[in-house]
């Protein structure tokens, strides 16, 4: 999907009040994420490259917040091919 912000899809897709954006930056996918509860939230957190997530992936304990499954890298360079 895409907005004023840019292409999107819904990490969770039960709860449409958080976005997921997708940007190809300096030829890398990058993601940044969207609260409507929490607005700071795209202001306080800029775009974050995928191989971020990587690391972040490897400390993910099992519990909390799974960044493998919030940052989709297949969803996001679908979206980024397809534009939309």
């Known amino acids: ?7 999107y ?3 969770f897709p039960n709860n449409r009040k958080v976005r ?5 930056i300096e030829d890398q996918i990058c993601f940044r994420l969207w609260n409507q ?3 700071r939230l795209w202001e306080d957190h800029g775009w974050v490259p995928h191989e971020a997530i ?4 490897k400390m993910y304990t099992g519990t909390g ?4 499954f919030a940052y989709d890298i297949h969803v ?4 980024i091919n397809t534009g939309s």
């Open 76 to 79: 996001a360079k679908s979206l």
């Open 65 to 68: 917040f799974d960044p493998d």
């Open 54 to 57: 990587l690391q972040a992936q």
């Open 20 to 24: 997921m954006y997708v940007e190809l």
């Open 9 to 11: 899809y819904y990490p």
């Open 37 to 39: 509860d929490d607005p």
């Open 1 to 7: 999907m895409k907005d004023e912000k840019g292409l």
